[in-house]
């Protein structure tokens, strides 16, 4: 099957597709049961198909695949080759699909292990009218189509799909067609190939009697010979057709074909063939490209309309499709003055970033497209040495004797050159390019067509240069003065552009630039020492400036075949055309060896370009504004913002402000200015992560949308803003803050919840608050929190406690409880634990830029526990009566200590005033009930305690606490009331006599 090449940048290509699905699983792979001895274990060869993912084919129906032999010991059978064979078991297919692949040499002397290798084959399959499915049969065999291994694969062959082609539209706006009609057929013809050409001129017999050495070498043509030229014509759709006839029909037609490649024979000026004979005899009768010649041969040149083309185009011009005139400018709407707005946020190097710092960078570029209008008077000679070379040098052998030795542009690259730059018109000008083709055949005696052509529709230009002739019956085609002054005049006439307007309306041409480009060969003359033609002086006020591009690079001559000075358009270039002229392309760049189509493209290209640098700068937007506000987790440093303009630091120039907003995110404005057209304003913003922020994946440095703003060009009084996209994301690396907590001490037998030492000893407030207050201030947290207590070597010790924290949730795990119980053995000890905090973040996820992954940190607050015994408590009884005298001193107090819980108590003693007791040990907390047996003389005031340990909320209802460590005297307080009683016995104590 044939793929037809397409007409350049429209891509027409069809093609049938046959799909080939391979299945993924083998059916089975079968071993050699025996071969020369060799049992089945022992085979040592194993053969899989490797099916490709892709199993879809254009153009050919060829399927590719990839077969994988292993093998295996060292011990292996003596072969002289190994080769694989394929077969296809389905009898529709079967014939197509028998293939030898490529054979290799295995010797057990060349392997010293396993070893294995792929060979890589494909198979034709036919364009099928069903589907089918069959098997698939690799088998490797030795020399002697032994088969040692085999496998097969099951694979569906889909038939025959649509057509498939990169569409094209024609040029009436019509439907897309395809280039090749259902159902046609090479061998059955729908239609002969006549029908789309018609009657060949001259008589010419068949397409092979056309020329092809153009088209031949064009890796672009759709066609390279007659018969590919048939088949297209003839198989086709017929609207493809007639569209590649139409394109390349005048590049085929050489009028003075003469079967030898190059133009027929000449007439001498006396009307003789030219011949070496008659040379000798009349040697001044050499053929020529003079008028007379033109006119005694009676040419016929096969143009035939009113333009420089065959086809009957309108010097059409249209409206500007979207401009409007300002300040002589044509501007497009301001919408989208600015394009590659560009945010981002760097570094992005993971946890290496310690401090945390990202440079936040906003870019744009004006792309004003604001253009001057342009008129492009193209003045073309289209001589001999701008043919290919065969008639190149089929015409300077008879004329000068020498042939051409370098490169050259032939018309038919200069026509497809032309073609590709009227398609960048088309993209790129909006009707604001004019074309004028202005060109009068050698001496102005046979003009084309009477005046210039002028048009900016592509299409009109385009129909034009499809008729435009490769070989023009190999004429001279020069100018003179007057007929380029007269072209010039044309583009001084308001009536040639009436309707080039803006899209408002506006009449563009007196603020278009003017310019003539001129296009030829080498010099015709046969002195090619000087100058034959002088180009006329460019008339005031009418074109700005003049360019020229010389098509060739060299012409030999002479002894020394020399051929630095080639062109007439050289000597004007140099001001050498007469004596005393100043060069003709002063005003223009004069552009020499333009030899390829590529060339002759972005020659014109640079011309325009060049054309607009020399037009008023009016490309420019005022009051350009950027403002983007930076989220909360992150701080901002005024004096740290840079702005640029076109890469030059216009800081200290803009006007730049940073404002703090109530919800902790900061808002940066900066005002460019003024910026011209294709400048890139760039705002960088330094910001770092604030220190009280954990940090986190996928963390955007920008809330809202970024804007730039700026004033029309159209409407001055309106200001228009753009948005920045983008959304950079970075990943913060995680910093953690956590307090120490409580250190207390304990006794032998206490026990106490780490929990409840989990607070600050200055502040009363949980050690991971700040970690928690984080969480409640930063909403772009998102990842796991975990507490879990460890002991002094870091092992985890109770429960751990997670919290996910994302948008949905921000509360923090509650402090796990672990109860540390301190007995005898631990005395003296000092306990460390700490409270270990990790926070793991989320996944860097697939819409963040960033792709460095910040690491899950941790941090520990440390509490403490101290073991230690106290001394054994010590308690005495005091007695004071607080009203004392002498008369008191022999009176004697009875007091009983019992004990109401911890040390077992019960004592009593006898106590003047002022006198203390010996000590009671106290081994364990210990409430002391203190009672005393007092007399009626004597009335009972307070108890007091003083010493190590002592407290006044230790005495309780008359009873005293006391513990270990404890060294305290109890005092027992009584007032005499001097009120004698008499007992009803001696026996009891506290009994006194008075005298």
């Known amino acids: 099957m044939k793929i037809v090449k397409s007409l350049r940048r429209k891509s027409l290509m069809f093609f049938l597709l046959t799909a080939v699905i391979v299945s993924s699983i083998p059916l089975g792979s079968t071993y050699a049961t025996e071969t020369d001895g060799l049992p089945e274990s022992e085979n040592p060869y194993h053969v899989e198909i490797l099916p490709s993912e892709d199993n879809s084919y254009e153009g050919e129906t060829q399927a590719n695949f990839t077969v994988k032999v292993t093998y295996s010991g060292v011990d292996v059978i003596q072969k002289e080759s190994v080769h694989l064979e394929t077969i296809i078991s389905d009898s529709v297919i079967a014939s197509f699909n028998t293939e030898a692949l490529s054979e290799r040499r295995l010797n057990s002397s060349e392997f010293t292990g396993n070893s294995e290798w792929e060979e890589s084959y494909s198979i034709s399959l036919p364009a099928l009218e069903t589907d089918t499915e069959a098997d698939y049969m690799v088998m490797l065999k030795d020399g002697e189509d032994n088969i040692l291994a085999s496998s097969n694969q099951r694979f569906t062959v889909k038939k025959s799909g649509a057509d498939m082609w990169d569409t094209y539209a024609n040029e009436s706006g019509e439907e897309e067609v395809s280039p090749k009609s259902e159902g046609a057929s090479s061998a059955n013809a729908l239609r002969s190939y006549t029908a789309i050409t018609g009657t060949l001129p001259n008589g010419i017999s068949g397409l092979d009697k056309l020329y092809y050495g153009s088209v031949e070498k064009d890796d672009t043509a759709p066609f390279h010979n007659a018969n590919e030229l048939q088949d297209i014509l003839e198989n086709s759709d017929e609207t493809y057709a007639r569209e590649i006839w139409k394109k390349y029909q005048y590049d085929l037609y050489d009028p003075n074909f003469s079967g030898r490649g190059g133009c027929g024979a000449l007439l001498t000026p006396s009307g003789e063939k030219y011949s070496e004979k008659n040379l000798i005899k009349y040697p001044d009768d050499r053929p020529d490209y003079a008028d007379e010649l033109l006119t005694s041969t009676n040419h016929e040149y096969p143009k035939d ?120 018109m088309q993209q790129y000008t909006d009707g604001s390019l004019m074309i004028g083709i202005t060109n009068y055949q050698h001496g102005g005696s046979n003009s084309m067509f009477g005046a210039p052509y002028f048009t900016n529709n592509t299409n009109n230009i385009t129909e034009g240069l499809y008729g435009w002739d490769s070989f023009g019956d190999c004429e001279h085609i020069h100018y003179t003065n007057k007929a380029l002054a007269d072209a010039m005049k044309e583009l001084n006439q308001a009536s040639n552009f009436a309707n080039w307007a803006d899209n408002k309306g506006n009449l563009i041409y007196q603020d278009a630039e003017m310019i003539s480009v001129i296009v030829g060969g080498a010099c015709e003359a046969k002195d090619l020492k000087t100058g034959s033609t002088k180009l006329p002086a460019i008339p005031d006020g009418v074109l700005k400036c003049q360019y020229g591009i010389r098509t060739n690079s060299g012409t030999a001559y002479g002894k020394n075949m020399l051929g630095d000075m080639i062109s007439w358009m050289d000597y004007e270039a140099q001001g050498s055309g007469e004596k005393g002229d100043a060069p003709a392309f002063e005003t223009g760049e004069y552009y020499k060896d333009v030899v390829t189509r590529d060339q002759f493209f972005e020659t014109l290209k640079s011309i325009y370009a060049d054309a607009q640098a020399k037009a008023p700068n009016m490309q420019k937007v005022t009051d350009v504004k950027v403002e983007d506000t930076i989220t909360a987790e992150f701080k901002v440093d005024k004096s740290n913002i840079k702005a640029f303009v076109g890469g030059e630091d216009i800081t200290s120039k803009a006007k730049i402000t940073v404002e703090e907003q109530a919800n902790g995110t900061t808002k940066v404005t900066c005002n460019f200015g003024t910026v011209e057209h294709s400048k890139e304003v760039h705002l960088q ?96 947290i998102e990842g796991t929190l975990t507490y879990q207590w460890v002991d002094t070597d870091g092992n985890p010790i109770g429960n751990s406690a997670t919290s996910i924290i994302d948008s949905g949730n921000r509360v923090p795990p509650t402090i796990p409880s672990y109860i540390v119980h301190v007995t005898e053995n631990d005395i003296g000890k000092s306990e460390t634990y700490k409270l270990k905090v990790t926070f793991t973040p989320a996944d860097v996820k697939e819409e963040t830029t960033s792709k460095v992954a910040v690491s899950a940190q941790s941090q520990t607050g440390d509490v403490g526990i101290s073991v230690s015994q106290k001394p054994v408590g010590r308690v005495r009884i005091k007695k004071m009566i607080d009203n004392y005298d002498n008369t008191l001193a022999n009176d004697e107090f009875m007091m009983r200590i019992n004990s109401v819980s911890g040390t077992a108590v019960s004592s009593q003693v006898v106590l003047k005033h002022n006198e203390t007791s010996g000590y009671v040990e106290i081994k364990e907390p210990t409430w002391l009930n203190i009672v005393e047996i007092l007399p009626m003389e004597y009335s009972f005031i307070e108890i007091t305690i003083e010493g190590t340990g002592a407290d006044t909320a230790d005495i309780k209802n008359g009873q005293v606490y006391v513990e270990r460590g404890d060294d305290i005297t109890i005092t027992v307080h009584n007032k005499y009331s001097w009120n004698p009683f008499f007992h009803t016995f001696d026996s009891i104590m506290n009994v006194f006599k008075r005298t």
């Not at 919408?335 to 946020?345: Q, V, Y």
């Not at 330094?686 to 004033?711: E, F, L, R």
């Not at 970075?730 to 910093?735: E, F, T």
């Not at 026990?751 to 991971?768: G, H, P, Y």
């Open 305 to 424: 309309g009113d333009s420089p083309f065959h086809a009957n185009v309108k010097s059409q011009i249209d409206a500007v499709k979207d401009g409007t005139l300002v300040n002589g400018a044509l501007v497009e709407n301001d919408e989208s003055a600015f394009e590659n707005l560009t945010k981002t946020a760097s570094p992005d190097i993971g946890d290496s970033n310690t401090s945390r710092e990202y440079t936040v960078d906003l870019k744009a570029t004006p792309n004003l497209k604001q253009v001057k209008p342009t008129v492009l008077l193209f003045q073309i000679q289209t001589s001999w040495q701008m043919f290919d070379l065969i008639h190149a040098n089929d015409r300077a052998s008879l004329v000068n004797k020498n042939e051409v030795t370098k490169e050259l542009l032939s018309l038919y690259e200069m026509k497809q050159g032309f073609l590709d730059f009227i398609e960048w």
């Open 685 to 780: 913003i330094p910001a770092q992560a604030k220190s009280n922020y954990i940090g986190s994946n996928n963390v955007y440095t920008n809330t809202g949308t970024p804007v730039i703003s700026y004033k029309g060009r159209v409407n001055s009084s309106k200001t228009y803003t753009q948005n920045f996209t983008d959304n950079p994301a970075v990943n913060v690396p995680i910093r953690l803050t956590v307090a120490d907590g409580q250190r207390i001490d304990l006794e032998p037998g206490q026990s106490v919840d780490l929990a409840d030492l989990a607070k600050d000893t200055t502040t009363n407030e949980l050690i991971t608050k700040t970690v928690e207050d984080s969480l409640g201030d930063y909403a772009q």
